[in-house]
Every structure is written in C-alpha cells, then in structure tokens.
C-alpha cells in the first residue's frame, strides 16, 4: 500500500506549491462550477429566444452579447461547460478503464490474447485521431453519446500502452514474485499490486487527455457531428459565429475562449502532475 | 540497411490489413444495407442490384472483405454518390493542395519552435523560458479553429490584407495562393510548434546536461558552436520522431482547418463526403489518409537511422 500511497503525498505537497497548478486548478474549477450550477448561474435561459435583441454586443444587459435569435451568449456558455466537461469526463473515463484493463490484461498474460490486444491497439492509433472520431461519430450518427463513443474508441491504445508497458516492468519486480510464490492467484495479484502501481502515469496522462478530449469534442459539434442544436456546445456555438462574423465578432470570441481556457486548465494541471510524479522533465 | 528496411516493411502489413478492415466495416456498421449507403437513397434498384453482386453481399463476410481488398488494392475504390465520379482520382487530387498545406504549416512550425525551445533550454528559468513556455502551453490548448477564426477576424475582417478562405493553384497564380496559404499555415503551423517547442526544449536540457557538452565548454569552444552543433545535432533525433507522430495531428489539423478556409484538400473532402453521406469517398479517404500516416512514421524511421546509426543497431 505504501507503494501507492507515496505519490500522492508527493501528490498533494507538489500541487499547493505550484503556481501553474494553481492556476490549473482555479480554470478547472470554474469550468466545473458552471457546468453544476448552470441552472443557478446563468441569468437568462440559454435557449429562450429574445427578438428585440438581436446581435446585441455585449454590454451590462447581456455580458457576452446575444446571437443572432437573441439568445444571451453568457448564458449559453455556461451550459456549454455542460457538455464539454461531459464528454471530456465520461470518455476519458471510458478509455481508461477499458483502455488499463486491455493493458493489463495483454501485459500480464501476453502470449496470443496479448498480441492480438495490441495489434488492434495499434490499428486504433494508426489513425489520426480526429479522423478517426469524425469516422465514427459519423457512421453512428451525430449525438452526445456518439460523441463519448468515438473519443473513448479513439484515446483506448494510449491507456493500453501505458497499462501494458507499466505491467511488463511492475510484475517483474520482486513484490509481485513474492506473492506469487505465496500462492496468491492473477486476479488479486493483478488489482491488488500491480495496478496501484501504474496509477501515477495513467493519471497524469488522463488528465493531459482530458484536455485532448474537450478539443476533439468541439471540433466534432465544430462539424455538426456533436450534441445537436439547441444543446449549446461551445463547439456549435462557434460554428454558428462563423456566418456573422462582420456583424457580431463576440459570437466567435466568447466560445472560443472557454474552450481555450478550460483546455489550458487541463494541461497545466496534467504538466504539474507529471512534473511531481517524474521530477525530470521540469 | 536492406534488411532493416525489410522489416520494418514487414511489420507494417499487419497494421494496413488492420486499418483496411476498419475502413471496410465503418460502412458495414451503417444501419441498412451497404449498397444503398454507397449509392444513396436515390439509386435505381437495378444500380443497387449490380452493386449487391459486385460486393459479393450475399456471400460471407471474409469473402466480401476479400473482394473489396482485391478492388481497392488495383485503384478502384468505386464511385461518389455526388456525380458518380471515381472516388481515387478524387482523392488523388485533394492530395497536391493537403500537401502543401502540411509542408507549409511543417516549416512554419518549425521556424518558431526550434529557435525558441534552444532559447528557453538555454536561459532555462529565466523570464524568456517561461514566456516561451507558456506561449508553447496556450498553443497547444488552443482549439485550432478558434486561431483560424481570430486570425480571419484579424487580417480579412479588421485589417483586411489576406482572403479569408479560397484556394488557387500555385501553378496559376503563385502569388494569389500564397495569399491565401497565410492563413491555414498560421493556424496549422501553431498547433505543432507549440509540441515542437517542447520537445527541443526537453531534449536540449537532457543534451546540455551530457558529459561531452561539458568537454566542449571546458575545452573553450565558443557558446554558440556548442549550442549548435553538439548539443543540437544530438537533440534532433527526438525532434524528428515527434515531427513523424505530429503528422498524425496534422492530417487530423488538416480536416479541421481545411474546413475553416475552404481549403481544397482531403480534410475538407472528407468533411463534405461526410455530410453528403458520401460513403465511398469517405471510406476511401479515411484508408488513404491512414496509410499515408503509417507510411510517414516508416519515413520518419529510415531518416532517423540516417541521422543516428546507432537506432539501426538496436
């Protein structure tokens, strides 16, 4: 248990010191507490169309402007963080504990069953990622579940990796020969020692996908092929700016930048753990 | 050389039969039947009958997969449902103007991450290492059409110098198609430098550490020479592996920016075959841009056994 135990001592020292995981972890927070508290925060309805104000620039009425049904962009970005955080999470999630279980699996068995999970790893990461989502959710057609559904599909082989090289050097260590001799069976050895000590790089890496995640997200309903309209995505709602952007420049500015902020709140909270958990690369 | 090369070949069938079979069954797993996908709602019955026999779907599945592994292997990955035009030809040329796209995006990358990653590897936890840092951090959480839509917003919109989206061939007009290569360059070209950066960044710190860097200082050979060619040309090797795994992230970028510029190339065609339903084009061009990114990384390497001799060893 100390095994496991000792990186988040390191964990929770290093966090508190850090600047840049501070300011990670500020981003991620507000990105969160929109997405819970919609509903509480949001001063209009995001939905609810208001026909005397059209295109309004932001001004005190409307933070963020309204769009072009007059629908307040505040509002709608905070519902937003809804759906990006959604499929960030549940497919990050998905990915990894299917992705670990793969892993670790094919590296502690190996032989045929553990070729064969990497080999058809491999064909998943042959694809350039985007594409291969864009694929995906195509072929299942485009909603919010579809939309988990491919950046999962797509974010497995990177778990597999890590699970499966980590497995490979873990259950060569003398611990793990100890308990076998003890008699312990695969299972147990398995949850019990050697995935409690592959947690570190498996969740510094969710963390940067996390990040990855929300990104593949908007470009999916950026192409229509997310959560459909009226679900506000801060994707859709950037590809609705792009027919007015003369007109009403703030449509394309507000989605854009939550998106932004709460990707790099994301990767400075995975860039802090990595550095704690692997001194080496600051 | 020979035999490595040979082999590294070899262990490429097993990922391109892989990916053929993913590109088979993406329009399998379409609900209905696969001709009437491949030729749209609108197709004659007689069309979607010949079609039904020319995949074999009343055979077994291997069988159909085998007959449509044998079409694709000599050229014919059939028809567009969009004007019934020969889906490779079409594929063929949105290549040229995806190319030079990634070209100029590639030297544009690498224009701005390589002096900055030294800069910031060699001034490590100074003001300009963490200003380049944190540039390279906000690029890589940069949604990439977010940067193509400020950037229209910038230079076609408020100072408007630069189309915001077209495309003419280079042959034709060499200056108009830089005008409008700016642009989707920028956009494409930030997104890498930003892992670029790091990377030179994180190689050059582990190479400034190493101990034949410190026999050059101490036998006074001039800063900048020891930058350049001893610490340099020793951090290259991981530069030029990211750049081959980036490529993935560019013929994803591409699909994305394309979009944004109405840039003429695979991404964009992808996009529209997808929104048409265009089944054959887009199964031909996920299975294209696939190989294309297999065989890139096989690129990637050969050139890093001719930069480094010793890989070819281990």
Redesign the interface.
Known sequence: MTAAAAPFTAFSRGLVGDRRATLGFVLVLIAVVAAVAAQLIAPFDPDAPDFAAVLAPPSLAHLLGTDELGRDVFSRIIFGARVSLFVGFFSVAGALVLGTGLGLVAGYFGGLLGTLIMRVMDVVFAFPSILLALAIAAVLGPSLVNAVLAIAIVNLPVFARIARAQTLVVSQLDFVEAKRALGFGSTNILVRTVMPNMLAPIIVQGSLLFAAAIITESYLSFLGLGAQPPTPTWGNMLRNAIGFLDLAPWLAWFPGAAIFLTVLGFNLLGDALRDIFDPRNG | MGGFLLSRVMSLV??LL??S??AFF??R??PGDPAIALLGLEADPRSIAALRTQLALDQPLVFQYLTWLGRILTGDFGRSIQGGREVFPLLLSALGPTALLSLASILISLAIAVPAGIVAATRRNTMADYGASFAA??G????S??LG??L??TFS?YIPILP?SGYVSPLLDPLGFLRFLVLPALTLGAALAAATMRMTR?TMLEVLRADYVRTARAKGVPARVVVWRHAFRNAQIPIVTLLGIQ???????V??TE??FSWPGIGKL??DA??ARDYPV?QGA?LL??TL??LINLITDVIYTIIDPRVRLA
């Open positions: 097993p990922i892989g990916t079979l993913v993406l329009v797993l379409i951090l906000c890589l959480s940069m949604p059409f977010w839509v400020l229209i917003l919109i915001a994180a490529m993935g992230q560019l013929l994803g970028g699909v994305i979009t944004v992808t996009v997808i929104f887009v996920v841009t696939a990114f297999v």
